[in-house]
């Protein structure tokens, strides 16, 4: 099944889709290979972004002028070879993962699309692994597609690492609805993350209905 936004029905989906510069073939085999192992059970059908975030995250890796990007949350690695696609020649992304097995398809397909010397993958808790970093700003872009209930210490520990007027995305903001009546304690987790954001003096916010709820912070 191809991943698409919750708010669209099908038809609408696949009208949005046909209207949106579609993947090529290595990003088409990735989301086939991606699909094809969910409908087998051997991965979770929802880690996967939506074809149209996936463009529309190039996009704006292009459009920002990003040098340097981190994701949290690296899946099969589709949105890490959307991001990467955006980046300048001498661009660089950093993809922090926990499953060698998931990450070994992103692998050969980074490999594929020529993006394998851009990009470069450490596997571990991804909370350790961001602390870890220098506290000083460095990067451009940010992707958070990860634990749930992390979200708050992935943001805060994201913002000192973020240069000037730095792009933080935040994937699955709307959790298909259940903002509007949390049922698991990762829903709540957002609920509270997504008020506090709106409010929050660091950042500029907006919460945008895409896919499964896109939240853009942009550090002030």
């Not at 991804?126 to 970093?133: G, Q, V």
Request: glycine share 6%; net charge negative; proline share 5%.
């Amino acid at each position: 099944m191809t991943p698409r936004s919750f708010l669209l029905t099908a038809e609408l989906g696949d009208y949005v889709r046909a209207n949106s510069e579609p993947p090529d073939d290595v990003a088409a085999d990735l989301l086939a290979e991606t699909a094809e192992l969910a409908d087998r059970g051997d991965v979770p059908s929802t880690f996967q972004i939506a074809p149209e975030q996936g463009t529309f995250m190039q996009l704006l890796t292009r459009a920002l002028g990003v040098r340097r990007a981190i994701e949290i949350g690296t899946f099969t690695g589709y949105s890490a070879l959307c991001v990467a696609r955006g980046l300048p020649d001498d661009g660089s992304l950093l993809c922090l993962d926990t499953s060698e097995e998931w990450t070994a398809v992103a692998r050969r397909y980074w490999d594929r699309a020529g993006l394998a010397d851009q990009i470069e993958l450490r596997l571990g808790d991804a909370h350790e692994s961001l602390r870890a970093l220098p506290a000083e700003p460095t990067f451009d872009l940010a992707f958070v597609d990860a634990d749930k209930a992390g979200y708050a210490d992935y943001v805060d520990q994201l913002h000192p690492r973020m240069t000037d007027g730095a792009v933080v995305l935040l994937d699955n903001t709307l959790r298909s609805g259940r903002v509007l009546d949390p049922q698991s304690d990762d829903d709540r987790a957002l609920v509270e993350l997504n008020a506090a954001l709106a409010t929050d003096p660091r950042w500029e916010t907006v919460l945008l209905p895409l896919a499964d709820g896109l939240t853009m912070l942009r550090r002030r």
